[in-house]
């Protein structure tokens, strides 16, 4: 059964740095792009970044490029999300998610971890 599993949310000052880790079991994890999404109270669910299955490709929003860096450990299946000078508005549940690089009815989500950004 696939599924993907989410850590090291948690709470941070601003300006802090937190390291999210997603590890996948399952399935064959470097057939997947991978990706970062988060969701704040009350705001839909928001892309934060995506690698490809390889690692060679990286992909931000605008709201996180230079603070935040996603990659990726295919022998150890697990994606990672560095996030660095960490502001209020970084605040929400974030969430993991699987997509084939091919089969697009093939995708997987974590169940999320939290993470709250405040003095």
């Known amino acids: 059964q696939a599924q993907l599993v989410e850590s090291g949310g948690g709470l941070v000052q601003p300006g802090g740095s937190l390291r999210l880790s997603c590890a996948a079991s399952g399935f064959t994890f470097s057939n997947y792009f991978m990706s970062w999404y988060r969701q704040a109270p009350g705001k839909e669910r928001e892309l934060v970044a995506t690698?490809?299955?390889?690692?060679?490709?990286?992909n931000y929003a605008n709201s996180v490029k230079g603070r935040f860096t996603i990659s990726r450990d295919n022998a150890k299946n697990t994606v990672y999300l560095q996030m660095n000078s960490l502001k209020p508005d970084d605040t929400g549940v974030y969430y993991c998610k699987g997509q084939h690089a091919f089969l697009r009815a093939s995708a997987y989500w974590g169940q999320g971890t939290q993470v709250i950004v405040s003095s």
């Open positions: 690698i490809s299955n390889g690692g060679g490709s990286t």
